[in-house]
């Protein structure tokens, strides 16, 4: 009987131990039912492709393939000619990529065998090296292993680790888009943000849930400063009773001002003062948060204005999956 498997591909940035941990989180999975070859994940799932689809954006993650466990070689073209009639027919290019630990055979007899079974098999196929239609992906150790179809690509980047940054959010473009570089830098996030209106915090609630569902959330929160009147001074104050780093998407008009914030809240880090603006708007848009709510580059983030140090508490939401109306509900509840 064929076992259904997960496959994932790390990116080979960040730690792999820690990619590992978060897809244990994500899924829910025993660490029995995963093993490792080379770097690739092996998860068996009995839904593998629902197990796909949750890994889908996960930092860390290069690629997904869904397919089978395999043992010996007659086991790997029974595999593999199976995922064909899936997944390749008449006229369609392929190619596979093989990955051989402790093995007899190596990644290149692995991928020569598995051509000649296909292009025997399915007529009118191609290999092509560049853009494939259909990527086959093998995973071997000794004579186990596994073989898949990539269905997707991931985000790349880092896998989530223990070190936390803290980043000021508006709801904006910028801010958005710098929250989601931070994830992909591997850092578990705390999204911060000084509440000045229902809508802003509809925006941030909305950025909160997509990345709850594309990481995991234990390594996500959400603090809603609220109090006094002045929201950039509530940050300010927050600022200097927080020590730990801090990132903000502001892009200062002079060059003085970010020498100035430097100065005054040497916490506070300004990441994409040499990003390009469409760079940005790209990376927002992959969140699929909609059209853009705020253009204005500053968000009113002067040194005067955090100066005004304003006395704050703070609401906390955080470690969960959650959807928009939740998250909402959460806040509000709490006020």
Avoid at 243 to 258: I, K, N
Avoid at 287 to 299: M, T
Avoid at 300 to 327: C, H, R, W
Wanted: contains cysteine.
């Amino acid at each position: 009987m064929l076992k259904p498997v997960a496959m994932v591909g790390w990116s080979g940035l960040g730690s792999f131990d820690d990619l590992e941990a978060t897809v244990l989180r994500k899924l829910g999975a025993r660490k029995a039912d995963m093993d490792r070859v080379g770097g690739t994940l092996l998860i068996s799932v009995e839904e593998p492709v629902a197990a796909a689809r949750s890994l889908a954006f996960l930092p860390g993650v290069a690629w997904i393939a869904v397919g089978y466990r395999f043992t010996g070689t007659d086991g790997y073209l029974k595999v593999l000619n199976l995922l064909a009639k899936r997944y390749l027919s008449k006229g369609k290019t392929f190619r596979i990529s093989a990955n051989s630990v402790r093995s007899k055979q190596s990644g290149g007899d692995l991928i020569l065998s598995g051509n000649s079974e296909l292009l025997s098999s399915v007529p009118g196929v191609k290999v092509d090296e560049g853009r494939p239609r259909v990527r086959f992906r093998v995973s071997i150790d000794g004579a186990k292993g596994a073989c898949g179809a990539e269905i997707r690509t991931g985000p790349g980047g880092s896998p989530t680790g223990d070190d936390w940054v803290a980043c000021l959010v508006s709801g904006g473009e910028r801010s958005s888009s710098m929250v989601w570089m931070a994830a992909l830098s591997g850092f578990s996030l705390r999204l911060v943000h000084s509440w000045t209106d229902d809508a802003a915090l509809r925006r941030v609630a909305k950025l909160y849930s997509e990345l709850s569902f594309r990481m995991d959330p234990r390594c996500l929160e959400l603090v809603v400063l609220e109090g006094g009147k002045s929201p950039m001074g509530r940050i300010g104050r927050w600022l200097h009773d927080h020590d730990g780093a801090t990132f903000a998407g502001l892009q200062p008009e002079r060059p003085q001002v970010s020498t100035e914030l430097a100065r005054k809240f040497p916490n506070l880090s300004l990441p994409l003062v040499f990003v390009q603006d469409d760079s940005i708007s790209a990376i927002f848009r992959s969140l699929g948060l909609g059209p853009v709510a705020r253009k204005a580059s500053s968000w009113g983030m002067t040194p005067k204005a955090l100066e005004a140090a304003t006395p704050y508490s703070e609401i906390k939401f955080g470690g969960v999956q959650a959807d928009l109306n939740t998250v909402i509900d959460a806040i509000k509840r709490r006020v």
